[in-house]
């Protein structure tokens, strides 16, 4: 948590009071740095595929620089671009688009999903207002909420409901202070996956409440691609067309293309929203980097059997990562259907007084493996495992784990 203000000399804005630094990229510059001072750490903590760019991206970025794509770019980005991304999001919303197909207006290219959704928080959000968040959450949710002046409410959404809110527990989260629902499925840490009638069912609420009118959905879909189990990804407006006119649906090519450094995501939303959007924008950043756009654009165009075999191997990796961890008797595995994480609950192991962020600092020093503490994604009982690493690091890394839990 940000402490600021506290000395004497020019003051700090206010804004950053109560807002937390990212636990994730935190850990992960300890781990880089344990890494460089010779220390052999299996590293759980990824948060981005292992795989490379693909190559057609690749080439799409050098035909760029010799193309001399050097200029500013639109705001809302390159038009090819967002053609691209609405036929996608077409693609996804098929119940929507064949009545109300998507176009490049409605569409803002960002720096990553993470920009999308800030600007998406910053352009709906008065003081005071309400967001209601399944929890467990994706850690920079709140943060973005408070940010943006808004007050996060939590839903629990326990292991046991296979970390999933339920119809009666968003009906009785709903109020007359509540200005958004977050979504996001697959999810990032959980791994939870809402099929279609459940997603459907979730909109049944929303269009019976009181409340109902005066809500924005914001639908985090960034890990479409990455289905595990048997359901399959179902986007929110695919469930629920009626809401075409209050979702904001989230989306990028870091997960999917395995192109976190590049920068690249966006929003597809109703043409009010996106303007406002793409003021805060026009204000802040500017368009995105002109080269990413283009590697977007290749990458958009690949079909999709180019990436079954990424998909096939990370459901490999789960698989490995779960039957190992499962030796550890004490530790509460839960199945993961989508994304590449494993959300386990490690209750059972902690000292008194301690929680998910003293547990993990133990198990860095004392078993050299490096994992994400849960309490800051909103339960302090689990931990977040990444398979998004090669097999002989699963296997070590839970070997190691196993070992230190049994001796403890
Ligand atoms: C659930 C979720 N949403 C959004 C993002 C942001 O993605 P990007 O790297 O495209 O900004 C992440 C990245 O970890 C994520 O896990």
């Known amino acids: 948590m940000m402490q600021l203000n506290k000395e004497s000399g020019p003051q700090l ?23 460089t001072q010779g220390v052999d750490v299996v590293n759980l903590t990824a948060g981005e595929p292992d795989f490379w760019v693909p190559e057609a991206a690749k080439k799409a970025v050098i035909d760029a620089v010799h193309g001399n794509q050097s200029k500013y770019t639109p705001v809302a980005g390159l038009p090819a671009l967002r053609e691209a991304i609405a036929s996608k999001t077409n693609d ?78 968003l009906q009785n989260a709903m109020g007359p202070h509540v200005k958004v629902l977050i979504l996001n499925s697959p999810s990032n840490p959980t791994g939870a996956l809402y099929s279609k009638d459940e997603y459907r069912a979730l909109g049944d609420v929303l269009a019976q409440s009181p409340f109902g009118k005066n809500i924005w959905i914001l639908s985090d879909e960034i890990y479409d691609r990455i289905v595990l189990g048997a359901t399959p990804f179902c986007s929110f407006l695919e469930a629920n067309p009626a809401w075409v006119d209050q979702t904001i649906t989230i989306n990028g090519v870091s997960k999917s293309a395995a192109m976190t450094g590049w920068r690249l995501g ?73 994304a590449f994480y494993a959300f386990v609950g490690i209750g059972q192991y902690l ?48 070997q190691r784990l196993v070992r230190y839990l049994d001796a403890v």
């Open 266 to 338: 966006w929003s597809v939303a109703p043409e009010k929203v996106t303007q406002a959007m793409l003021t805060l924008q026009g204000q802040s950043t500017s368009g995105v980097n002109a080269l990413s756009q283009w590697a977007a654009i290749a990458a958009l165009k690949l079909p999709e059997s180019d990436f079954v075999e990424q998909v096939s191997s990370f459901r490999k990796r789960r698989d490995l990562l779960l039957e190992n961890l499962k030796k550890a008797r004490k530790i509460d595995v839960y199945i993961p259907e989508g």
């Open 92 to 169: 996804q919303q098929k119940s929507l688009s064949s009545s109300r197909p998507w176009k490049a207006a409605h569409v803002l290219v960002t720096n990553g999903g993470k920009q999308a959704l800030f600007n998406a928080l910053m352009a709906i959000l008065n003081p005071g207002d309400e967001v209601l968040i399944p929890s467990p959450y994706w850690l920079s949710y709140p943060e973005m909420v408070k940010l943006a002046g808004g007050i996060p409410k939590f839903i629990p959404a326990s292991g046991r409901q296979g970390f999933k809110i339920t119809p009666d527990q």
């Open 351 to 398: 000292r008194s007084g301690e929680d998910s962020m003293g547990f993990a600092q133990r198990v860095l020093e004392e078993a050299q493996v490096a994992v994400v503490p849960g309490t800051p994604f909103g339960d302090p009982e689990f931990v977040r495992l990444s398979f998004a690493t090669d097999e002989r690091s699963i296997l070590e890394g839970c």
């Open 13 to 35: 804005s206010r804004r950053l009071d109560g807002v937390s630094e990212s636990a994730t990229l935190k850990l992960n510059a300890t781990v880089q740095q344990m890494k």
